[in-house]
């Protein structure tokens, strides 16, 4: 349940895993307590594979450690219609007994097996659908890794993976029970890059006092209603009227979004945020503390190390490791 | 206070009025009731002016009109920072005596006087400015070419300007109360061209059904709360769940994004949305006219005249024409 291993598994590898993303392929060894052994990564995301394809991607991350003979899983976007083997998406609520049910295997040419997770879908009350494909492996593992916290209480526990397109989870008992995409990060990038906006942008930084600025208008902590659009154009109005430098603007928008992204989910929520788990260790994980900070909620931090923890739960309910 | 002239001014020209934006010049010789009697149009906006600069693109529209001494008004972009001459926004409220009594002569070499309408700024109650720049001219003349209507009440008269970005106003008694500027267009254009949403669509057209499926998601008449950002990815997910053809993506982000517009311009505006009042006559306003009257709004559309309007009920409470 805890994912916790016998003594005698802990430090010995019983399990190979992969976390097959878009631009990016990570390969785990891991022991029977989900602690990653030794790792490997490479750029051969399903976007970008060379020679070979994804069976070549895999025998150069990991052609050596297949001969060992233990169970390999997979998840990510390599189980989508532009990865190796398209799998359905699972409906909430799952989490790894569901997941490890539905396993999706794909037999390798020397006798191993690679089994896919499923992604997960949720068709909200509106009857529009949502999509997750890798990040559910992610909070299997990130619920276990952060342990029983103050937040698991009746409204359960809440994660966010921020990114391109930042996924807000839900979970009760460790299972996914709701989801929501925000495309805050690619909307920062396209604005950025080819919009208005970006053209008012001097340097490369994110301003600090910016992104502070930018957070408290987005998170619309005042008294004006509206919500994004409404509020995208002020980047350009504080800068024109000499109340945002140049220098500031970047920072800015970034703070807007993610202040937007916030009040957006919170509502979501049911209007609060007592804790947030944010999975990642990038410097955007970090940006995102000090909002959901600013904000009011408690925050604890889950690494790489979810992936792999994952990984263990599922396969450990799906019978391929004791 | 109508702007209608005496019988005397009818069909002869009293006014020259320039609407000098971003990307294009147009020029009216007008008569006493503000009916447009000869029009022009050039390429040549603040960003595109050929020899000469502005001198030369004014001489080339209308040298010919100048000549006969008639006082000549000048609004939009051209009185920006980028424009021939920065003249100061004004607050809000503010209508034609406001905008007449604020006039910004800049003399030309052959003795005719260029009279510059001043921008709005509007600053919120969370203390961030909002601007405007030509539009104000076409808000004063479209509400005197709407005459009275039903919602002339006491919320006032309740005007959309859609573009790259929308404008939405307010006004009371003719006077511009509250505006605030939805980057709608702009988002859209740059989520079509640079964004995964932009990499599902097939072709070029804005499929009617696709339309109607977003404004109704964007307008968020269901049960789900969240707004811009958490409705975005719908676009991709149902495209990828085979609940949206790839030729509908297209016009499906932009309903969505025009009924997230719409929704929290209602929420801005106290709500409800009993008549929309939409200048321009392109084939947007008349997406938007849709929209809104979906959404429960009656609309009227106002043309091209409401500029030439604006300009004679600017001018004339400046005193430059009887």
């Known amino acids: ?3 916790q291993g016998t003594a005698a598994q802990a430090g010995r590898a ?3 895993g992969l976390d097959w993303g878009t631009s990016s392929l990570r390969a785990y060894r891991i022991d029977g307590d989900g602690r990653i ?27 050596d450690w297949l001969g060992d003979g233990l169970p390999v899983i997979a998840s990510g ?30 037999p390798l040419p020397d006798g191993v097996e690679l089994m896919f997770t499923p992604g997960l879908v949720r068709v909200d009350a509106d009857g529009v659908p949502d999509v997750m494909r890798g990040e559910e492996t992610q909070v299997v593992g990130a619920v276990a890794e952060a342990g029983p916290g103050p937040a698991e209480g009746a409204a359960g526990r809440i994660l966010l993976l921020p990114g391109t397109h930042s996924k807000w989870v839900r979970t009760e008992n460790g299972r996914v029970v709701w ?35 930018g957070l408290a208008h987005g998170g619309g902590v005042g008294t004006e209603p509206g919500g994004l659009l409404r509020r995208l154009f002020s980047a350009r109005t504080l800068a024109l009227l000499d109340r945002l430098p140049g220098t500031a603007v970047r920072g800015y928008l970034s703070g807007l979004l993610i202040g937007c992204e916030i009040a957006e989910a919170r509502a979501c929520l049911g209007g609060s ?5 944010v999975i990642g260790g990038a410097e955007l994980a970090g940006r995102y503390r000090r909002a959901l900070e ?9 690494g790489e190390a979810a992936t792999a923890r994952g990984h263990t739960l599922i396969a450990r309910r799906a019978g391929l490791i004791a």
């Open 1 to 3: 349940m805890s994912g």
């Open 14 to 16: 019983v399990l190979i």
């Open 37 to 63: 052994l030794e790792r490997r990564a490479s750029g051969e995301g399903i976007l970008a594979t060379g020679e070979g394809g994804f069976a070549g991607a895999l025998a150069r991350i990991a052609g």
């Open 77 to 106: 976007m390599i189980g989508s219609r532009q990865g190796w083997r398209e799998v359905p998406y699972l409906p909430c609520p799952a989490g790894a007994l569901e997941l490890g049910s539905a396993l999706f295997p794909v």
């Open 179 to 213: 989801f929501a995409t925000f495309m805050t990060g690619e909307l920062f990038a396209v604005l950025a890059r080819h919009s208005i906006l970006g053209r008012l942008m001097e340097g490369d930084g994110l301003d600090e006092a910016g992104f502070a600025q």
């Open 273 to 277: 945020l007592p804790e947030v788990t």
């Open 294 to 302: 600013a904000a009011g909620a408690l925050t604890r931090e889950v």
